[in-house]
């Protein structure tokens, strides 16, 4: 990692780089199902300094993208986790802006229609 960040430490917050995946956890929020269910969600505390465009949630079908399964997020922290601080682990490019795209259900299925809808609509995002 030194060597990359020798050419560009930590990133550019210009760049933004989709993850196609299971969503991350980037936000809390609940999820009202019906009047007697609901999700919560809550931001992983290794990304609380990440930057985050908007994202799709192709499952739902909704604008919250949020992570159910956590490969999604997993793979997020391998990008642009939090540094210096302590943890003993740190993003390549922790300064880089992700957009959350989720095509993966909590089962850690998806469709292939679903993962190009996602690809394609990233690119156009």
């Not at 609380?48 to 192709?58: K, M």
């Not at 949020?66 to 999604?72: A, P, V």
């Not at 993003?91 to 190009?116: C, E, H, Q, R, W």
Request: proline residues 4%; negative net charge.
């Amino acid at each position: 990692m030194r060597n990359a960040w020798n050419v560009n430490r930590g990133g550019n917050p210009g760049v933004v780089v989709a993850i196609v995946d299971t969503g991350i956890a980037y936000e809390d929020y609940t999820d009202v199902i019906n009047s007697f269910r609901s999700e919560e969600y809550y931001q992983a505390p290794e990304l609380s300094q990440t930057s985050f465009a908007p994202g799709y949630d192709f499952v739902d079908n909704d604008n919250h993208p949020n992570d159910d399964y956590g490969h999604g997020t997993h793979v997020a922290g391998t990008i642009a986790q939090n540094t210096n601080n302590l943890a003993g682990a740190a993003g390549i490019a922790f300064k880089t802006t992700l957009m959350p795209v989720k095509v993966i259900n909590a089962n850690g299925y998806g469709s292939s229609f679903d993962v190009a809808d996602g690809i394609i609509w990233a690119a156009d995002n």
